[in-house]
């Protein structure tokens, strides 16, 4: 379904991405080419944000939008949806691309989050290198399991040594000593 952002959101993103301001470099030369067709996920209200944010780049490029309860196209100005046959290859086009459109997004954004959970409170504590970081997520499962780990658990992770681990343990506590009488 379609949330109430949905609507800006989309105006954002079809604005920075052709306006030249879409936060960041790319070496995709596709990046560059101007579409021939601009596929949104939503209905008319999603359409409209799209062209309105096209207009406002000073592109004239069409608009469509496919609404997923029933596979409906929308196109600018209109509010009804227009009709297609299920089996109409020009329906199956649109939901492929919709469809590949998600996949993409949703593996960026895996591979984005899987970033920022590998940098985590483990690479500021000493004598924590990649490997024994890799052996205390997999003795405890997250960072916050860690941190609020008694100093016996800790001494029980495969591959870290006795001493480091209670060095860890000591390093740890005094951060939260330290953070907690900030307060």
Not at 2 to 7: L, Q
Not at 96 to 111: K, L, N, P, S, Y
Not at 114 to 136: C, E, M, N, V, Y
């Amino acid at each position: 379904g379609t949330t109430p952002d949905d609507v800006g959101m989309i105006a954002e993103v079809i604005y920075r991405r052709f306006s030249g301001n879409g936060g960041g470099k790319t070496d995709d030369a596709s990046f560059s080419a101007r579409p021939d067709l601009v596929v949104v996920d939503g209905g008319s209200g999603q359409v409209s944000a799209a062209a309105a944010s096209l207009k406002a780049v000073g592109l004239s490029i069409p608009v469509a939008g496919i609404a997923k309860r029933h596979e409906d196209i929308y196109l600018p100005g209109g509010t009804e949806p227009l009709s297609f046959p299920p089996d109409s290859p020009a329906i199956n086009l649109l939901k492929h691309v919709r469809d590949e459109a998600h996949r993409f997004a949703i593996t960026f954004h895996r591979q984005r989050r899987g970033r920022a959970i590998s940098s985590s409170i483990l690479d500021s504590i000493p004598g924590i290198g990649p490997a024994r970081k890799k052996a205390i997520l997999a003795h405890f499962g997250s960072p916050e399991k860690f941190l609020s780990a008694p100093r016996d658990e800790l001494e029980a992770v495969e591959g870290l040594p006795a001493k480091v681990a209670r060095d860890v343990y000591a390093y740890v506590h005094k951060l939260g000593k330290a953070s907690n009488s900030d307060l």
